[in-house]
Structure formats: C-alpha cells, structure tokens
Nanobody, 113 residues
Framework: QVQLVESGGGWVQPGGSLRLSCTAS????????MRWYRQAPGKAREWVAI???????NYANSVKGRFTISSDNAKNTVYLQMNSLKPEDSAVYYC???????WGQGTQVTVSS
C-alpha cells in the first residue's frame, strides 16, 4: 500500500501561483503513475494532470499551458506548479497513484480577489 500526503494549498489572487506537493511512502517502488485530481463544491472530481514513472506527462485541457506536473524521485514527491490561476481553479486537490489506487487527504486551493 502507498500513503500520500499533499501540501501547498492556500489562498491566492487571480493570476497568482501555487505549488502543490504530494509525498509518497510505503510501497513506492510499485508506483507506475501519479495523478492530480480536483473537486470543487457541488462538482464531480476531475482529473488534472498525470506523470508516469518514465516521466511522460499529460494535462486536462482546462489547465494545459498553466499547470506543470513534475517529480523528484529521490524525495518520492510529485509537484503541481500552478500559474495564472483563475477562480474556477478553486477546489480541493488530491494526489492519486496507480496501481495501488491510493488517494491523499487533499489540499484546498482558493483563488479569489
């Protein structure tokens, strides 16, 4: 099993930036993919970005060009750099890994003026 802890959320004004972190522990050698999801109040959880063990990345259209996912294997950590933030980016952001299907507890991101 894999345990995940997210951090880095907070409040930021529109146009600002935040960097989220997700640190994994446990059976980390089994991880093949790490993903970020988000869920806004009253909405379904949606996929945001993915990075594979080989370093391939992909993004939801809504964040492409503004968000960057990266990893530091030495620290067992995946990051989500979020730039040019918009109010519609406000949500709880979750880290998720495969194949264990493990989820973190989430970190709140609020974008408002």
């Amino acid at each position: 099993q894999v345990q995940l802890v997210e951090s880095g959320g907070g409040w930021v004004q529109p146009g600002g930036s935040l960097r989220l972190s997700c640190t994994a522990s446990g059976s980390i050698l089994s991880i093949t993919e790490m993903r970020w999801y988000r869920q806004a109040p009253g909405k379904a959880r949606e996929w945001v970005a993915i990075i594979t063990r080989l370093g391939s990345t992909n993004y939801a259209n809504s964040v492409k060009g503004r968000f960057t996912i990266s990893s530091d294997n030495a620290k067992n950590t995946v990051y989500l750099q979020m730039n040019s933030l918009k109010p519609e980016d406000s949500a709880v952001y979750y880290c998720h890994v495969l194949p264990s299907d493990s989820w973190g507890q989430g970190t709140q991101v609020t974008v408002s003026s």
